[in-house]
């Protein structure tokens, strides 16, 4: 079979296009996880798109890595759903609910079937902000619920991520405490750690040529199809963290959702300089020649990105998805937030952690408070977990 010439150049640009742009990034492969802070603080949108496109690789499952042999865009799990679930029940845990060892990195299989256990049926900011708002009276939101509506959350640990998490015993409560004791005021993970906070809504099969989809088995035994809606990557190419969040393009308004539930539309502009490189950077497109046309991720959106707690001037600076944001998106700065993910004291109760929320449900912006994390010498009043929230997951020892 013959390729027609006109179609052949056209991939080879497009080819070299990407080849080019992960090489900048110490890439050698569109596969390669990229490692460049340089880029991380330089190239922020840029950045992010070659991290989307390395981290949606479809996956060698059982190795928990890329497959090389396989087509970007092709059905299956991605790189990053195999890497190690935050949810205390999922099989392959990060945290497991008795607060034991979770075991070596491939030492719990990625599962071959999703089931709906292995989900959260909201993010874990939005349950935390329901809480926390809750009246006198109200009946209380449980943290697992047993049943997902029509959405569904989760959060994964990359290998460095996991394996440094494990090597300092943080998957339980009584590992984040002894750093009290030890008398630091802040953690450091790995240059190569990253995670990833994703969300599903449930789609129809006609969706499916335009979403990354799995198939979910239900507490009935049903099988549903959900689609990416929302995808956080955080990786720690910065200091503080470098933050890149995306969306389906569905999610725009309600009305381009299609009427489904838990969509209320965007709050915030977009900012892709890389898609979008002529100002005010908000043309909401998906970026060309990187591997995108023709496939399900074309329409995906990089909503902005966040290297800092504020710009040049001063200004507090804000991201949020409305996804996993919904309800506080125009105050919501991911950068702030994770900044607060602490340990406290708090003898024979569950753990002390600091607020993420305003009373009044506004998310918190602009820098953390020092004193938070002041060395007294007796040490300081938190220890600062390094932006990572879901060591939040963490639960006591079993007796």
């Not at 874990?124 to 959405?151: C, H, I, S, T, Y």
């Not at 190569?192 to 599903?200: D, H, T, V």
Request: glycine letters at 8%.
């Amino acid at each position: 079979m013959s390729i027609p010439k006109r179609n052949l150049s056209t991939c080879i640009a497009a080819a070299a296009a990407l080849l080019l742009l992960l090489r900048a990034e110490g890439a050698t492969a569109p596969f390669d996880e990229p490692q460049d802070t340089a880029a991380a603080l330089n190239e922020s949108d840029r950045y992010a798109w070659t991290l989307f496109v390395a981290l949606n690789w479809p996956a060698n499952v059982p190795n928990k890595v890329a497959d090389p042999t396989k087509k970007f865009g092709a059905d299956g799990s991605v790189v990053w759903e195999t890497w190690r679930n935050a949810r205390n029940g999922a099989p392959d845990t990060a945290f497991p609910p008795t607060g034991a060892d979770p075991g070596p990195w491939l030492g719990a299989a990625t599962p071959v079937a999703r089931q709906l256990q292995d989900f959260d049926s909201l993010p874990l900011q939005r349950l935390v902000r329901r809480e926390q708002m809750r009246k006198p009276g109200d009946a209380a939101v449980m943290f697992d619920p047993v049943a997902a509506d029509n959405q569904m959350n989760e959060t994964r640990l990359n290998k460095d991520t996991y394996e440094f998490v494990r090597a300092n015993r943080l998957f339980n409560i009584e590992g984040q405490e002894a750093l009290l004791k030890s008398k630091v005021q802040t953690i450091s993970f790995p240059l190569r750690a990253k995670e990833i906070k994703a969300q599903w809504r449930e789609i129809t099969a006609a969706d499916k040529p335009r979403y990354h989809w799995v198939e979910v088995g239900t507490l009935g035994g049903q099988q549903k199809i959900f689609g990416l809606t929302a995808l956080h990557i955080t990786t720690k190419d910065l200091p503080n963290w470098f933050w890149a969040t995306f969306e389906h393009i569905d999610n725009r308004t309600p009305a381009t959702a299609g009427g489904r539930p838990g969509n209320e539309g965007w709050k915030l502009k977009s900012r892709d300089r890389f898609a979008c490189p002529t100002p005010p950077h908000d043309c909401e497109q998906a970026p060309k020649g990187i591997g995108l046309e023709g496939t399900k991720w074309e329409s995906y959106r990089l909503r902005g990105t966040q290297v800092d707690f504020v710009d040049s001037l001063g200004a507090v600076t804000l991201l949020a998805n409305s996804q996993p944001e919904e309800g506080f998106q125009q105050t919501s700065s991911c950068i702030t937030c994770h900044a607060r993910a602490s340990i406290g004291s708090r003898s024979g109760a569950p753990a002390n952690r600091i607020s993420v929320f305003l009373p009044n449900g506004d998310g918190a912006v602009g820098s953390p408070d020092p004193n938070w994390f002041a060395n007294d010498g007796a040490g300081g009043r938190y220890v600062q977990l390094d932006f990572i929230w879901s060591l939040f997951r963490a639960r006591r020892v079993a007796p």
